[in-house]
């Protein structure tokens, strides 16, 4: 699985991943809770396009978040004109927008694995409280080499189907979820095995 | 009885999938009763496999199986093939052993009361009639790869594509499966035309040709004894 | 040993899970406005049905830091902390907490697999409960009057119906076909030795 | 060197799974370096090997390894033992392959710069090192059952089980695992004690000793020329 992460030696890039999320967090409340005015939001949305550009990302780059949000941009600006007028259709579309972009930057700029070593700081103090940081973190890298293995079961599934001339629909989810559990048992195994889990 | 439209042709195939050349340069017309495919591993032989039942395409050249253009008639080809995968866990569709070779027999549009005689009849010549109501996860491995070949043949198939069906075979088993896909009809082997892909190679050798892959491309067609002999000598 | 009676059987199912609720999730999503009609809830109501509450809510939440950390597995190969601070994160959020009530209610007998439990388990918890997150914070991110966001996702209604019954009638058919789908980790290996 | 702890003993050994009987009255002690295990589907050959990896407890009788019960301290057992399984997709535990080779380091606690340091040596010795970024999943099948096999034994292990570890493999490539397996350490084998389940009667034929399991039941121990030449036998 190909991580949203887009490689660069930017201070952004640079920065470590717990400070950033925390710096990040603390902005969006910011901007999210800020009274503001027309000026104001435009001023914020400049802002946000501004650390694109520290990260290095050019127009064509805000062209594409932009674009990955559009239904949520379209949907709030037709709301807003509808039951709150132009000025304040305008004032929270971009507010919003301001919001989930800054939030697209945090991840296109940091390493997942770098997240993943954050994640497992920020939970150590739940030690205490029986949650190793160590399995938390080895369990999410586990799902994401099941993806494309799954994936190929459910592709396999189509590919009995077709040559066995039937149609299951929705019930083809039945053989899917029996090869996957089963494949779950012969992981736990392996995990047994490798003294894992 | 094997009649002039009973051939696999093969003009020209090549196959790409996602940017890579998997075959290349098939060309080859098969009209014996049992062919076995041999070849290293990732050398093409699933893929060849997978061209006679369509499930697979050529981005070149054709394939024509008993007279019918796998391009054009993907209908009329699965009608007159039936293919065994590897993994029989993959091709079980039903929970249970009725069920899943009933299955291939609702398309065809018979009532009900003919479909469990016909599948009861099935498995009775095949020995699972005892195990018609059992899941059909909780079978052994024999028994599961013999399942996933009586829910092919119940639809009585002129050619049967079987890849690699004995792998995780015991001897015995191994035997019992190759003597179905292999021995003539007349000592209860399969009444169809069969392609058996395999790394077995006495299986192969009992087959009367043999096709050896190489790198994506047909290195060898011909007699089984001496291509099989070729090719163990090669790693020995 | 990380969390009590939760052993590597237990994690595989869960990290299975959540693989399949993010293969669920590129069959695509339809964009009905901020918040996409998607097949993932199917797969949050298998969950919470099959694995019960415990496994179902460790699924669900790999899922979720999945998606923060930046990978694409939500429908549509969305994801980042983008979503979260958008309009679906209610729901999203609410995916725990549904997936988690489905299985209370469809496990709350020791008894047999019921049909009706279990359908009552994926409407209560893939409906219910992802809805009461869902709603309040699409009205709070967006700004609308809470009245409006419900309206609003009355859009949701008739294919998570769909869902629920999908969920019931795949879950009795694994049930016949591989019950122990339904144990948990040490149940379904009584006499394995783990460590 | 094998010395006098270096030994798999089995006491009179039990196990039921399900209420089923699965083995019953087994007592052997084994001491030699490499040994094969043979048997029909279902007589129980898998189910000893995970007995030896603490896998599957018995529900009567004691199970030693190299001094170490394998009931009572499951743990020091695996860190002495290492399994490799038929299904090598269910082994690939990490997205990439340096990760998966890591990642039982990595558990024991050691640092970034010395895993990635013996990763690397590990990943040469057996020919993977320019695969060490490629995702797993995407390995051929030869690749990834050789990847199993490195990942398991950058632990170290004293005694390395290997349930069918060449079923889906053509003709090369089960040479080559089977070389690493069974060839002494002298001539790249591996340098620890090997116990390998196997259909492939060659493979158990080089062993030291063979195990034949029947029904459940310990059929013989001994001479793998004898044992083998007998079972191929009875199928003929
Ligand atoms: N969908 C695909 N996309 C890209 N490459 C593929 C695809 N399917 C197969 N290949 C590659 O094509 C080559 C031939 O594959 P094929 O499965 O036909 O080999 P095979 O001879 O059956 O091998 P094996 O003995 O391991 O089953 C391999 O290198 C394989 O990795
Ligand atoms: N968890 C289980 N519950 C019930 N029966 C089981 C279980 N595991 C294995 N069995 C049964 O125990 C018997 C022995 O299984 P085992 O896997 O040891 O056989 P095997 O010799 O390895 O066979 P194969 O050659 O097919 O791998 C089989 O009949 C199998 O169905
Ligand atoms: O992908 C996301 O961003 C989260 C999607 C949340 C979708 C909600 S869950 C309940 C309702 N039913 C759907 O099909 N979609 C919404
Ligand atoms: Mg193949
Ligand atoms: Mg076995």
Known sequence: MISLYRPGSSPLHRMPAGAKLALGAVLAVAVSVWPHTAVTATVTLAAVFGLFALAGFGPL????????????????????????????????????????????????????????????????????????????????????ALVPVIADFLRRIREAQRARGVRLGFRAVVPLLVMSLRHADDVADALSARGIA | MPDASDAIVLEDVAVELDGHRILEDVSVRLDQRRIGVIGANGSGKSTFARLLDGLVAPSRGTVTVHGIDAARDVRALRERVGFVFTNPDAQILMPTVAEDVALSLRRAGLGKAEVAERVQAQLERHGLAELADRAAYSLSGGQKQLLALVSVLIRGPRLVVADEPTTLLDLGNARRMADLLVSPPEEGGIDAQVVVVTHDLDLAARCDVVVRFADGRLAEVGDPAAIVDRYRLEFA | ????????????????????????????????????????????????????????????GIVLVLVAVGLPVLSGGRGGLG?????????????????????????????????????????????????????PVQ???????????????????PGDLVKVVLATVLALALHRAYPRAFESGAAAKPAAQHA
Request: net charge positive; proline share 5%.
């Open chain 3, 1 to 60: 040993m990380a969390v009590k009676g939760f052993e590597g059987r237990d994690l595989a199912r869960a990290a299975v899970f959540a693989a399949i609720i993010v293969v669920l999730g590129i069959a695509g999503a339809i964009p009905v406005g901020p918040v996409p009609i998607t097949l993932q809830t199917l797969g949050v109501m298998l969950a919470g049905v099959v694995l019960g509450p415990k496994r179902a809510a460790i699924a669900v």
């Open chain 1, 61 to 144: 780059e805000w062209l594409r978040q932009v674009w990955a949000i559009r239904w949520i941009v379209a949907f709030v600006a037709v709301m807003q004109l509808v039951f709150s007028g132009p000025l304040e259709a305008y004032i929270t579309t971009v507010r919003i927008a301001a919001v989930v972009l800054l939030a697209a930057l945090l991840t296109i700029t940091t390493r997942t694995s770098d997240l993943l070593e954050a994640l497992q700081t920020v939970l150590a103090p739940l030690r205490r409280f029986g949650v190793d940081p160590w399995r938390v973190a080895f369990t999410l890298s586990l799902t994401i």
């Open chain 3, 139 to 157: 009205a709070a991110i967006l700004g609308m009057p809470l009245h409006e966001a419900a309206v609003g996702s009355l859009i949701f209604i």
């Open chain 3, 83 to 135: 979503v979260f601070a958008g309009p679906s994160a209610g729901y999203l959020i609410g995916w725990l907490p549904g997936a988690v009530v489905a299985g209370l209610i469809a496990k709350s007998s020791a008894a047999r697999i019921s049909w009706w439990r279990t359908a009552l388990g994926a409407l209560v918890g893939g409906i219910g409960v992802v809805y009461a997150l869902g709603i």
